[in-house]
Each structure stands twice: as structure tokens, then as C-alpha cells.
């Protein structure tokens, strides 16, 4: 499907002062992604107010592309050639906010060897746009989209460590909030102003009749810090939709103008040098009466949409789906249908990191099998973002069915974790935080470092050697698992020198509240400085998870394209999960228990992976008299064929 003479027309207009070759370019991923863009756009905006979005969109798209840098430009072509570039194995992302990590965006860029270090080819900066003062959501409640903090520099700074960054292999990962805006945004002032164009930017009402129908079916995220999902101003002289906090202001995207606003904010910050859009709160975009406003199937157009008009300003740049939902809604955000690959190029696997949590609280993998083998295919052209935690806490996604298919209560089974992971459980020593305690669901979700979860910071208090190493042996199998699952891995900031939860996290400004910055603590330099020292445990962590990360850099079979395919359980504390790649097949095995425990031959037989060697260990496979292959306490295994002679 071709553009048509005036949409090209529009284009055209736009581009006067461009060569005839880049002009060309511009023309022919025009007419490629036309068809993607009209469709998304065309199932959210019908008739005439599509058609006038579609032109602003096209002459928008055409000027930032005639205003993109050459390097940008030749970054696009680059991944025009490659455009699995972020599926290779080779990935490694790390995420953290700029001032804990190094101070601001200068301190970023003279940390860069550090990063090199450690293998990161993904830098995810958190909220770095201008935020509300005081009380913002720990950055996201955005005043201007196209200002950076003060405190961490300047639009200016972030533009020369994005190009920084990619001199040394490195794409910059910046969150583009998309659900809502602050109430001291432009848009939201001047609504309050009693501007109407801008009032219609957001869901006001003038009573609660239709706020109290749509409460019916809305659930609230924050029960603790904003119950409810409106709010009533008086200046703005009606009720506004508040999902997540009172200051921050669902935006309408029943509005086209809404939708032009933000595809120009992307555009923008594409030019900046921004290769990663992380897509926040997206699940919440489209709001419908009788549900619970989220998933809704325009979501997904709006996504495709922008995704198109992306590609044909700036191909180098990538979506990234923020929607922790369950796995039937999950896949759509990646696209299913008519609009499988269209949607967001990589998602968050919520449901990964949950299971490595269980498995190693439970000792068992027989849940975690069950759960990942029901996760449907995903199209072969996008990624999972797999991680052990992130800056948010931890909520037990644990369907109910799912627990009940293994002999589980899921009610109790979120209960116990919820105990093992505070510490309240016998036995265990993890030492994180409850967050956001709901006594009418029973649901309390956990905050804390993945060194605190794993029990490094009992074993290190308590100076015992054996318990750290335990520990440590935890840590590494949580990560040797999303690691070997494909996609991006993505290390938090602090997790890979191994720091514990923060213990003056409550004392900074606004942070008492709010548990979860117990799990973002600052760098430590002292800690980093340790690296030098092989006997540390700093350098101990570092030098796994560096292990870990150039092992998996040099096997094909990680590539994201290649589907995981959870196998057995063929004993209750071992993970199987294989990838069959053309080259042969790859055996993920991760021991998750304190224990020894086997393969069996005849599974590894089946898989071609008799003279199997183990890639971590460069070792190759020796079954015992028992024809099985025992793994030690904690062991993770990637078992491959050798190569043909």
C-alpha cells in the first residue's frame, strides 16, 4: 500500500532544502511503512480527523528527518541492514537513575569504561525529564517532555552522551510516559487556565456520575498512596482521572491532537540521540466504560502507529512495552493478528522474573514450568527484557490456575513468598521490605536489592563464609536463567558489585514513603573500587555476571528469535528450558536448590546433546555410572553439540 500523492506531497514540503537522495530515502519508507501507520491510525481516528492527523504526522516525521544528524543517519541505514540488532546474544542492558549511578549525564559519560566492562550494550537512564518539584513518582510525573533536570544537566549534555554512548556500542534507553502528564505540565496549567483545546487533553467530568461508574471496574495501583482513580480540582472545576497519583493527569487519547503531541516528543527525542523508548504505563492509554481501562485494543493501534512513524523519521529507534499484565494480554503488546510484529519491539517478562523468585523460595521448579510453557509465541521479530528485578517492587503474579495445576493454593503460595522474601518465613534469610500491604486482598508486594533477596546481606553480616557462598550461588542461577532465555537481559544498578538494601533510604527527601528506594541505592564507589581485589565478593559478583554475559555473547542459539521452550520438569529442583537453533540445540539447566541434583542421559540423548559440552565451564559433559550428569548446588548449565569435525 503506497502513500498517496498528498501525503508525499506533504513530505515534499517539508523537505526542500534535503538532497534528492535523502529525499528518495525518505520517499521509499514512506510508501513501506505507510500502510502500518494509516492502519493504527485509522482504527483510533476514523474519517477526517484521521486523515488531518496522518498529514500533521507525515510533515512532522519529514522534518526530523531532514534535521537528523549524519551519524543518526547512518545509524538508521546501519539497522535498516540488521534489524535484529537488539535480539542478538551480544545484548546486555543495565538500568539505573543518573544520579545514583554517577552523579548526573557528565558522571554517566565518564563511567562509560565501567559499563564496557561489564559487557552493557543497553543503557536504561529512569526518568531524566523534567519533573514536578517535590512529590513526582520517582520521575514520572512529567512537567516537560523536552527538558532535562536541571540537576543532572541539560538537553545539550544528554545529546553528547547519547552520541558517546554510541561510539562505544551502547543505545540510550529513556522512559517517554505516555498515560499522563503532571499537573504543572503546559497542557495541564493551561487547562486549568480554562482553555478548552487543553481541557480536552485530559478526562475531566463536572460531577462523579460518570468518575463513580467507571470506579465499578477500575482497580487502584496505589491503595496506600492514592486510593481511587479520579480527582477533583478546583481550578480546573471538575474531576480529572488520576490513575496513579492526584498530580498526575491521564492524558485523552481519544484526542488526536494527544496522539501528535507525543508522536512530536518522540521524533524529538529521537534526534537527541534516544535509541529505546520505554513505553510507560501504556496499558492504561485508552479508557472504556465497563472495564477495567486497560489492554484495550487501541492501545495497540496508538503503539503500531507510533512504532510506523518511527520508522520512517528514524529506523535506529526501538519501542519497549511497559505493561507488567498477564500473559494472554502480554503478547499483544509485541502484536498478535493483524498487527503480529507491528506493536512494540521488546517487552518486559514479568512473568520470568516472578518464577525465578518462586523457584528459588520454593526450591522447586514444577510452578515455574507450568506457568512458562502456557506463555504464548511471540512474534520472531521482537524480544523479551528479562531481568531479575527492576526499580520497582515485586508483585506475585501467581495465577491462581497455575498454582492449582502443580498442587498449589495460589492464595497460600503468594503468601509464603511474600513471608520468605521479608524474612518472616523459618528459614529464610532474605531481608526485603513489604510495599503497599492490601489487608482486604492479602497482597503485599516486596522491595528490596537482589544481593538482600538472595541472602547476601545475612550471610555477610553474619561473616560466614558458607552462607555467602550459598548466597552468591543464588544470585548467580537467578541471573544465569534470564540471561539464557534470550532477549535483553537487564542488570539493576548496584545488583552487579552485590549491594544489600540501603539502610538510610528513608531519611533522603520524599523518599520515606516509599519503601522501594531501599533497592536503589547509589553506586558505591568503595564498592567498585573492590573490583580491583579478585577475592572480594564485589568482584566476585562483577566477574560472574561479566562470565556469564560473554559466554552467552557467543551463542547463536540466544539469539531472540529463537523461542524458549521450557521442557520436563524431569526433577523438582532442576529448570530445563532448551532453544533449538539450526546450528543444534542449547540446554539451559539451572539447579535451584542447596543440593545436588540430576539429568538424566536419556535426556540429554534425546536432545543430541550426548558429547554435550557446557559452555560456562568449557567442560564436556561426563555422565556418572548412574547415566546421569549431577548438577551442583545452585549450577547453571548451558549445555550445546559440538561442532561437526
Request: with cysteine; hydrophobic share 45%; net charge negative.
Amino acid at each position: 500500500m503506497r502513500a498517496p500523492h498528498e501525503v508525499h506531497a506533504a513530505a515534499a514540503a517539508e523537505l526542500r532544502a534535503v538532497d534528492a537522495g535523502r529525499a528518495a530515502l525518505f520517499g521509499l519508507r514512506l510508501d513501506r511503512w505507510y500502510a502500518d501507520l494509516h492502519a493504527g491510525l485509522s482504527a483510533v481516528y476514523p474519517g477526517r480527523p484521521g486523515q488531518e492527523l496522518l498529514l500533521r504526522l507525515v510533515g512532522a516525521a519529514a522534518r526530523a528527518y531532514a534535521e537528523r544528524d549524519p551519524d543518526l543517519h547512518r545509524l538508521d541505514q546501519e539497522r535498516t541492514l540488521a534489524p535484529d540488532w537488539f535480539q542478538e546474544p551480544g545484548m546486555l542492558g543495565y538500568a539505573a537513575y543518573a544520579d545514583r549511578f554517577a552523579g548526573d549525564l557528565q558522571g554517566v559519560r565518564e563511567h562509560i569504561w565501567y559499563l564496557r566492562e561489564l559487557g552493557v550494550t543497553y543503557l536504561h537512564l529512569m526518568p531524566l525529564l523534567l519533573p514536578r518539584q517535590g512529590d513526582n513518582d520517582g520521575g514520572y510525573a512529567v512537567a516537560d517532555y523536552r527538558t532535562v533536570r536541571p540537576d543532572l544537566g541539560t538537553m545539550a549534555d544528554l545529546r553528547e552522551l547519547a552520541r558517546d554512548l554510541r561510539a562505544e556500542g551502547i543505545s540510550l534507553v529513556v522512559d517517554l510516559v505516555l498515560n499522563h502528564v503532571a499537573r504543572e505540565h503546559e497542557w495541564a496549567r493551561r487547562a486549568r487556565a480554562g482553555e478548552h483545546r487543553y481541557r480536552d487533553y485530559f478526562h475531566v467530568y463536572p460531577d462523579r456520575t460518570l468518575p463513580d461508574r467507571y470506579e465499578e471496574t477500575l482497580w487502584e495501583v496505589f491503595p496506600d498512596f492514592a486510593p481511587g482513580s479520579f480527582t477533583w480540582d478546583d481550578e480546573l472545576d471538575g474531576w480529572v482521572w488520576t490513575t496513579f497519583h492526584s498530580w498526575q493527569w491521564d492524558l485523552n487519547w481519544a484526542n488526536p491532537a494527544v496522539f501528535a503531541e507525543l508522536a512530536e516528543v518522540v521524533l524529538h527525542l529521537a534526534n537527541e540521540g534516544v535509541e529505546v523508548f520505554r513505553l510507560d504505563a501504556i496499558a492504561f492509554l485508552w479508557k472504556r466504560m465497563g472495564t477495567s481501562s486497560q489492554n484495550e485494543p487501541e492501545v495497540h493501534a496508538i503503539t503500531q502507529a507510533l512504532r510506523a512513524l518511527a520508522r520512517i523519521a528514524c529506523p535506529a529507534v526501538v519501542f519497549k512495552a511497559e505493561a507488567i499484565v498477564g500473559p494472554a494480554d502480554l503478547v499483544h503488546y509485541l502484536g498478535s493478528g493483524a498487527r503480529h510484529g507491528k506493536v512494540s519491539d521488546l517487552a518486559y517478562h514479568n512473568a520470568l522474573m516472578v518464577h525465578v523468585w518462586s523457584m528459588l523460595a520454593a526450591k522447586d521448579v514444577r510452578l515455574a514450568s507450568h506457568a512458562l510453557q502456557a506463555l504464548p509465541p511471540v512474534p520472531t521479530t521482537t524480544a523479551w527484557v528479562t531481568y531479575v528485578r527492576c526499580h520497582d517492587d515485586i508483585g506475585w503474579a501467581v495465577a491462581d490456575e497455575d498454582a492449582a495445576a502443580v498442587g498449589l493454593d495460589g492464595w497460600a503460595h503468594r503468601s509464603f513468598l511474600s513471608d520468605w522474601y521479608s524474612g518472616e518465613f523459618a528459614g529464610s534469610d532474605a531481608r526485603g521490605l513489604v510495599f503497599q500491604h492490601n489487608p482486604a486482598t492479602g497482597d503485599r508486594r516486596i522491595s528490596g536489592t537482589a544481593a538482600s533477596l538472595v541472602g547476601l546481606e545475612a550471610a555477610r553480616a553474619a561473616h560466614d563464609e558458607a552462607w555467602v557462598d550459598a548466597a552468591l550461588g543464588r544470585l548467580l542461577a537467578a541471573h544465569a536463567v534470564v540471561m539464557s532465555w534470550g532477549g535483553i537481559p537487564v542488570l539493576w544498578s548496584g545488583d552487579e558489585v552485590g549491594l544489600p538494601n540501603d539502610p538510610a533510604w528513608a531519611q533522603e527527601e520524599g523518599h520515606a514513603g516509599d519503601n522501594r528506594w531501599a533497592h536503589r541505592p547509589r553506586l558505591d564507589p568503595a564498592a567498585v573500587a573492590r573490583l580491583d581485589d579478585p577475592t572480594s565478593l564485589e568482584s566476585r559478583v562483577f566477574e560472574g555476571l561479566r562470565h556469564l554475559a560473554r559466554v552467552r555473547a557467543g551463542l547463536v542459539h540466544l539469539h531472540a528469535s529463537v523461542p524458549a521452550q521450557v521442557l520436563g520438569p524431569d526433577d523438582p529442583g532442576v529448570l530445563l528450558v532448551a532453544r533449538r537453533h539450526p546450528v543444534g540445540t542449547l540446554l539451559a539447566a539451572t539447579n535451584v536448590t542447596p543440593d545436588h541434583r540430576p539429568l538424566g542421559g536419556w535426556r540429554l540423548r534425546e536432545l543430541g546433546l550426548a558429547d554435550a559440552r557446557d559452555a560456562l565451564t568449557g567442560e564436556r559433559v561426563h555422565l556418572g555410572p548412574d547415566d546421569q550428569l549431577w548438577l551442583r548446588p545452585f549450577q547453571a548449565a548451558w549445555l550445546t553439540a559440538p561442532p561437526p569435525p
